[in-house]
């Protein structure tokens, strides 16, 4: 990762043999040559909206580093995408930029793990939902079974009743001679 930050020119005999002289980064300091500084904008945290409300302006919430210069600093307030809701982040050198990614990429697993988390509970829900449905599907019949037949019962017996004292029609008294 620490390339182009390691690269220390030097001026002896080992130079003709490897013209990239590779050395630890921890104990050459990196090449100004090399670095570069990008801005990229992070969501604002609970302080920096504190102090855009105590301000009343977004470029209060996030003071300017002192490694950045002011037109630069400006430049990058002004072509923030959604002032209120982030803020500008400078990153020097691909170290940073390194760590940056990693750190994207950690957050990154983080939500995935939550998503899926989610998708789990969510499939849970919906299966205990839908045997909970399904219960109650099969108790409605029963119970519409239960009143259906209830129902026949009690209009047979009204319809007994109704015609209890009717004389018999001729068709029914030999029904009845038959059997």
């Given amino acids: 990762m620490g390339l182009h930050s390691a690269y220390t020119p030097q001026s002896t005999a080992a130079i003709d043999a490897n013209p990239l002289h590779i050395t630890n980064p921890s104990s050459a300091p990196p090449n100004s040559l090399c670095r570069f500084k990008y801005f990229f904008y992070d969501p604002l945290t609970a302080e920096q909206r504190q102090n855009m409300t105590l301000h009343g302006?977004?470029?209060h919430?996030?003071?300017?580093?002192?490694?950045?210069?002011?037109?630069?600093?400006?430049?990058?307030?002004?072509?923030n995408p959604d002032p209120s809701n982030?803020?500008?982040?400078?990153?020097?050198?691909?170290e940073a930029l390194a760590k940056r990614a990693s750190e994207q990429q950690q957050r990154a697993k983080m939500y995935a793990s939550h998503v899926a988390k989610l998708r789990s509970t969510l499939e849970e829900m919906k299966s205990g939902s839908a045997r909970m449905?399904?219960?109650a599907n099969r108790y409605a019949a029963r119970e519409h079974d239960a009143l259906r037949k209830r129902l026949l019962d009690v209009m047979r017996k009204v319809e007994?009743?109704?015609?209890?004292?009717?004389?018999?029609?001729?068709?029914e008294r030999d029904a009845g001679d038959r059997l």
């Fill in 57 to 59: 302006s977004h470029h």
């Fill in 61 to 79: 919430a996030v003071p300017r580093p002192s490694h950045v210069e002011t037109h630069e600093w400006n430049d990058a307030l002004a072509r």
């Fill in 86 to 94: 982030y803020a500008p982040v400078c990153i020097i050198g691909s």
């Fill in 133 to 135: 449905s399904e219960d």
């Fill in 160 to 171: 007994i009743v109704r015609c209890m004292n009717l004389p018999l029609q001729p068709a």
